[in-house]
Nanobody, 124 residues
């Protein structure tokens, strides 16, 4: 079992930056591919970014490429999402997820464990 706790969300203005953190406990996160998803009110949960076991393999949604960066620190059992140049359309609840399969996934159903989410609100 893996427990995931997100933090770092908040209310910011367009163009600002935020860094989200996802702290894992239980079985070490070094053995899991990790992802970030987001869900706006009334919409489906969408893929944002994913990172492989070693941290060298990453994948991003087109909507965040060049603005967001996913990283991990296996020693600290933490995954990060650095979000720059934030836009109002980035407003959502952001979720961290862990996947025990061999490669990172891009759909919610591919992930085994989820955090409770952290709200990000970007005002125009």
């Amino acid at each position: 079992q893996v427990q995931l706790v997100e933090s770092g969300g908040g209310l910011v203005q367009a163009g600002d930056s935020l860094r989200l953190s996802c702290a894992a406990s239980g079985r070490t996160n070094r053995w899991y591919n990790m992802g970030w998803f987001r869900q706006a009110p009334g919409k489906e949960r969408d893929f944002v970014a994913a990172i492989g076991l070693s941290g060298t393999s990453t994948n991003y949604a087109d909507s965040v490429k060049g603005r967001f960066t996913i990283s991990r620190d296996n020693a600290k059992m933490t995954v990060y999402l650095q979000m720059n140049s934030l836009k109002p359309e980035d407003t959502a609840v952001y979720y961290c997820a862990a996947r025990s399969a061999a490669v990172p996934g891009t759909t919610p159903r591919e992930y085994d464990y989820w955090g409770q989410g952290t709200q990000v609100t970007v005002s125009s």
